[in-house]
């Protein structure tokens, strides 16, 4: 079965330092999407991404984030100068059609800035 | 916006009774509303998922339940399992591009 796969599983970082999470979408997939979860709270939307560029992002997504779609293949999210409240997990998902359709998530990075 | 609210936040319940969590929405043009099953450590992975032109869906022994007029679904499962442990999310669309999730039930099955 297809899956959507991440890396790494686990990254600390230091505050201020540059954090990329990788994500490979499940390949015949159109919409590309990163959520957030803050250790034992609710998943959070932070942006979206169709034909390669961003389709809608939330507050959280301000500008020390980037998404990028490299090649055909990696969908990433770049932290440029990380805070200690970026300290979350953070899955990407991927979906054939809008988000009406099914989302297939990822496994998730857990990242821990110190 | 959609703010979807989740009840209850934990629920535990003896092996081969069945679970039921709620979920409100507030946005009356939703019109899909999935249900995602995390395991510790693990992505949500889609359990169930209903459409807003039907009014229970079944697959197996879990269901979904959805009442437009009140804007509420529940998640319904019979004859728990050890396996059915984890932390259940209902979510509903918000515009074209995005889920909004509950808050999340961590159900427990006692053996």
């Known amino acids: 079965e297809p899956e959507v796969t991440q890396t790494p599983s686990h990254q600390v970082t230091q505050m201020g330092q540059e954090v990329i999470l990788r994500c490979v979408p499940i390949s015949n997939h159109l919409y590309f999407y990163w959520y957030r979860q803050i250790l034992g709270q609710k998943v959070e939307f932070l942006v979206s991404?169709?034909?390669?560029?961003?389709?809608?992002k939330s507050e959280i997504f301000d500008d020390q984030f980037s998404v990028e779609r490299p090649d055909g293949s990696n969908f990433t999210l770049k932290i440029r100068s990380t805070k200690l409240e970026d300290s979350a997990m953070y899955f990407c998902a991927s979906s054939l059609g809008r988000s009406s359709g099914e989302l297939f998530f990822g496994e998730g990075s857990r990242l821990t800035v110190l | 916006g959609e703010n979807v609210e989740q009840h209850p936040s934990t629920l535990s319940v003896q092996e081969g009774d069945s679970a039921v969590i709620k979920c409100t929405y507030s946005?009356?043009?939703?019109?899909?509303f999935p249900w995602y099953k995390q395991e510790l450590g693990k992505g949500p992975q889609l359990i169930i998922d209903?459409?807003?032109?039907?009014g229970e869906k079944k697959d197996q022994r879990i269901a979904v339940t959805l009442n437009k007029t009140a804007k509420h679904f529940s998640l319904h499962i019979t004859e728990t399992q050890p396996e059915d442990s984890a932390v259940y999310f209902c979510a509903a669309p918000e515009g074209a591009q995005k889920l909004v999730f509950g808050q999340g039930t961590r159900l427990t099955i006692n053996p």
């Open positions: 946005d009356s043009a939703s019109n899909y």
């Open positions: 991404f169709y034909n390669n560029e961003i389709s809608e």
């Open positions: 209903i459409r807003s032109n039907v």
